[in-house]
């Protein structure tokens, strides 16, 4: 069925596919020999001259697989061979016996809809003339991923008669409609097939032995809170003691650390839950009865399959998305057996994008379904037309072979950011760090769009529509600052205005929403804790769409529940989101978001797998107009993206022969028990002197500031998805090329704007952080008369970079850190302290923040709030840490590793981190952390601060930082 590709040995080629497609092809071309009379009709409807809606010859081809697959007369089908979807041997021993599936393979955008539509049409009209047959069914169950995507396929329903897609779409003839509502469509999403548990009460309470009982056996992790994470149950001391009490847990085994704090524990637990004939009496409703043999169709049915997952290790790391894709991959074919086992499955429908095992689990991962049958990717339905063409970062300013604007997330982790900035190997990194160098990225495609959105307006009169921008962030904290940034305009952390006035929000005009991972949760699932969740989910699910659509009476189709809400939030009855510009997104766009007006996307987080490269570029891929030009084709749509780093050949790791053990990893964090060895630090981000009345610079030594497009692109280019014979993208192609420049953004600078800004930020730091005695208005016109001298001699432009860029971080930073570093107090006032400067958008650090997985070599140790010292070397680590540990002076201390903590120094321009590697509590009269800050002499003393790669001799016996008191 698949085949090691001759061209590209990482690919596959689809032997079926492809034998399937002859076939077809013989077979439509004779007349489709063999089907029924009903087939032939819907057949010659959909085929014939003059439709108002032309469907696509991708729809018609998928359609016609399964119709053949199904109907063709043996002849045809000889020596074709669909494999089953086999349940393991253990599944075969529970009484699964898997089911027949065909995998169609549609681009986003492509029409899938149209396809489930046509499939259900023909299905149900023929066993309604032959209850007989069993070839067919007349109940249909379409499952899908989450609300959205159900809520948009109601319109299979045929009760809806002319408001159906049936109707809309023209798939039946009008005569037909009625034989059609003779049969059932049910559209529900994959997490009904969870089996309810039957227990009441809390952890203390009985467990009501109700239902059929299951048994589970699982290893929980003794922790400061009861929660679950990564995949992991965590459960405070206290709480796993009340369940072992209340008979909830049977112990099988206890692990215990060096000091004999209990870690983790191997427990089985029995659970009550519906049994499968209940299950299935919920899902598919009183109204079917007990019919049989029934049609299924997987929505996204990359999320449906057997993932056949080897015992993990138990000291693994642990994957939070992998595991959240195992549950559902698994929930999800677990309720498709039930139902084969309790009603029989006829066959079973799945469309996707990407029909692969793509998680990463699995030992089928990055290989097709075995049991795909027909293929339409992405690179056939851009050719084709029938979607936007992504255009992605080709090449830049920098000359590096992938330029950095094309997987930003990588650049920045990678060439950018300081350890400190890192927030440490396993940390998320600060989000000021993110933006400083996202900000030119992030301008280029903002100039762009504001310049789109007035063509849009001058030619699109009738379409008040505006294009969407899409930024998708790692977290919440990012998402947070950049909604701040871009909304409300916000210049916390350093960062200079980002001044994209389309997307401001202001006064009554909502402009720019901030989507959070919790929002998409909640409503996949239809369980939003509050109005404000739905209605935020309401404005997403909106976006781009200017009207409801009427029923035949010409009244609007509301949502479910929309117009209740809308009415108890005294808001209007119009899609909420058809005014909204840009959206930041915590992760991904939920699937089945169909916003056709998206027309730029940058990704500001990692991206672990194309799979979610695909999904969120797709985001952005649907038309806007699917009007033909004179041409008789579509006219070109675009969406620019940076940032995704997509590719057209998804899979570039070769699955044959045997793969490398994984090494063993090992579980770093702050024990709940030795939390009086808790260390706290502050976070500085740099340093100052208090000013009391007049300020100065000594010109002759102040840096310059040069603007490099070597370092950081002010421009790049952008093609299509055409890639050379190494899989990359390539200049080379039919598509056009297109330059994203911040030559928008400069258009609408000024120069004498950028001092006023720069003085006011330098003005309001001196002021807020009381390092400045006389009032601002005093400051004010001192510092702008040095910003404007320090930007006329010292600041050095290399094209195509331009002196505006400084609106821009990361140079607007390091512009304010050079004025910092040159300002200096009036001397004949007398001499001022330096004081530091603490970071804004986090407080302390602490030990109970280390939380991360290492296959490094690690120490347990006694005197320290986390379990192990994680060592960088061979044994320099491992000798400091048995010394410190047992020196009498020690109170407590913790090796810097994944504490993110660093003493902050600035250098020829550059921002630089010294390092420490252990941090120690002295025993001593002064044990209070909160008033200890670095030295400042610290940082100006570049032979004590110079960086040092792992393993690499050390210049100095132990590098440490002592907090609470003064060694004697």
Excluded at 709 to 722: C, F, S
Excluded at 845 to 866: M, N, P, Q, Y
């Amino acid at each position: 069925m698949l085949a090691l590709s001759k061209t590209y040995k990482p690919a596959y080629e689809m032997v079926l596919v492809n034998h399937l497609r002859e076939r077809v092809a013989s077979w439509r071309k004779q007349g489709y020999p063999g089907v029924t009379r009903t087939t032939h009709e819907l057949l010659q409807w959909w085929h014939r001259e003059g439709r108002q809606a032309r469907l696509f010859f991708a729809q018609l081809e998928a359609v016609e697989t399964i119709i053949f697959l199904r109907e063709a007369r043996q002849d045809f089908l000889q020596g074709i061979n669909v494999p089953r979807d086999e349940p393991s041997e253990q599944q075969k021993s529970e009484g699964k016996a898997g089911f027949q599936r065909y995998a169609c393979k549609m681009a986003t955008g492509s029409g899938k809809t149209t396809v489930m539509a046509m499939v259900a049409a023909w299905s149900i009209l023929n066993k309604v003339n032959d209850r007989s047959d069993a070839r067919f069914s007349d109940v249909v169950l379409v499952v899908c991923p989450n609300v959205t995507i159900r809520n948009r396929l109601q319109e299979l329903n045929p009760e809806n008669g002319e408001s159906s897609v049936y109707r809309t779409r023209d798939i039946v003839p009008p005569h037909l409609m009625p034989s059609l509502t003779r049969g059932r469509v049910l559209v529900t999403n994959w997490h009904v097939f969870e089996p309810q548990g039957i227990q009441v009460g809390g952890v203390s309470s009985k467990v009501v032995k109700a239902g059929v009982p299951v048994q589970v056996r699982e290893t929980i992790s003794i922790a400061a809170k009861t929660t679950t994470a990564r995949g992991t149950r965590y459960l405070t001391e206290d709480d796993f003691n009340r369940q072992v009490a209340a008979g909830m847990l049977r112990v099988l085994e206890e692990k215990r650390d060096a000091s004999g704090n209990l870690t983790k524990v191997h427990v089985e637990a029995f659970r009550y839950v519906e049994s499968d004939a209940h299950l299935i009496e919920r899902i598919l409703g009183r109204e079917v009865g007990g019919k049989k043999n029934i049609l299924v169709m997987n929505d996204e049915a990359h999320h449906a399959y057997r993932i056949r997952k080897p015992e993990p290790d138990e000291d693994e790391e642990e994957d939070e998305e992998a595991e959240d894709f195992f549950k559902e991959a698994t929930v999800w074919i677990d309720g498709l057996d039930r139902i084969q086992k309790q009603r029989g499955i006829n066959f079973a429908v799945d469309l996707s994008a990407t029909p692969f095992f793509l998680g990463r689990v699995g030992r089928d991962t990055n290989k097709p379904f075995p049991w795909v049958v027909s293929d339409f990717g992405l690179v056939d339905a851009i050719e084709s037309g029938l979607v936007k063409i992504p255009q992605l970062a080709v090449r830049d300013t920098t000359g590096a072979q992938i330029p950095g604007y094309f997987n930003i997330w990588k650049w920045l982790m990678d060439e950018k950011l300081t350890p400190a900035e890192r927030g440490g190997k396993k940390a998320s990194p600060k989000p000021e760090a993110v933006l400083k160098y996202a900000h030119h990225p992030i301008a280029m495609l903002g100039g762009l769009w504001e310049e789109l959105l007035t063509a849009w307006q001058k030619t699109k009169a009738d379409d008040k529509r505006p294009p969407v921008f899409i930024i998708v962030c790692k977290n919440t904290k990012i998402a947070k600052l950049l909604y701040e940034w871009i909304a409300e305009g916000s210049t916390a952390g350093g960062l200079p205005p980002a001044k994209i006035d389309g997307f401001r929000n202001k006064k009554g005009q909502i402009n720019t929403i901030r989507v959070d991972t919790k929002v998409v949760h909640e409503t996949d699932t239809g369980e939003a804790k509050s109005d404000e969740v739905q209605w935020m989910r309401s404005t997403l699910d909106t976006v781009g769409k200017a009207a409801w659509p009427f029923d035949r009476q010409g009244r609007p189709i509301y949502p479910v529940g929309f117009e209740a809400l809308a009415t108890k939030l005294q808001k209007p009855l119009t899609p909420p989101g058809k005014d909204i510009r840009c959206i930041i997104s915590v992760g991904m766009l939920t699937e089945g978001w169909d916003c056709n007006t998206v027309t730029h996307i940058i990704g500001l987080r990692p991206f672990m797998s194309q799979l979610l490269c695909e999904q969120v570029v797709g985001r952005g891929l649907r038309r806007a107009s699917y009007e033909v030009g004179p041409d008789g084709k579509f006219t070109e749509e675009v969406a620019q993206v940076l940032g995704v780093p997509f590719e057209v050949i998804p899979f570039k790791a070769n699955p044959t022969g045997p793969q490398p053990p994984r090494p063993k990893q090992n579980h770093v964090h702050a024990i709940p028990s030795k939390e009086k060895f808790a260390i706290t630090f502050p976070r500085v981000e740099g340093y100052t002197q208090a000013i009391r009345n007049k300020v100065t610079v000594d010109w002759k030594s102040v840096p310059t500031l040069t603007l490099e497009p070597g370092k950081i692109p002010p421009e790049v280019e952008m093609k299509g998805l055409n890639v050379n014979n190494k899989g990359r993208l390539s200049l080379s192609g039919p598509s056009k090329t297109s330059t994203a420049s911040l030559d928008a953004f400069r258009s609408q600078r000024r120069l004498q704007e950028l001092v006023f800004d720069l003085a006011g930020a330098l003005t309001k730091d001196y002021v807020a952080q009381g390092r400045y005695e006389a009032p601002a208005h005093v400051l004010f016109p001192q510092l702008g008369a040095i910003v404007k001298r320090y930007i006329d001699e010292k600041v050095k432009v290399h094209k195509p970079a331009d002196v505006k860029d400084l609106f821009l971080s990361p140079y607007y930073g390091w512009l304010i850190e050079k004025l910092r570093d040159a300002i200096r107090p009036d001397t004949a006032q007398g001499e001022t302290p330096e004081v530091p400067r603490y970071e804004k958008g986090r407080g302390p650090g602490s030990t109970a923040d280390v939380d991360l997985w290492t296959s490094r070599d690690v120490r347990e140790v006694t005197k320290s709030h986390i379990n192990y010292v994680v060592a960088d070397t061979k044994k320099w680590e491992q000798t400091a840490a048995y010394f410190i540990d047992k020196h009498p002076l020690t109170e407590a201390f913790v090796k810097n590793a994944g504490l993110g903590f660093a003493i902050p120094y600035f250098h020829n321009g550059q921002p630089h981190d010294y390092l420490p590697d252990f941090i120690i509590r002295l025993k001593g009269p002064s044990r209070t952390t909160s008033s200890w800050r670095p030295r400042a002499s610290m940082t100006r003393k570049k032979s004590r601060l110079r960086r040092r790669s792992v393993g690499s001799r050390r210049s100095m016996p132990m590098a440490v930082t002592v907090v609470g008191a003064t060694p004697s």
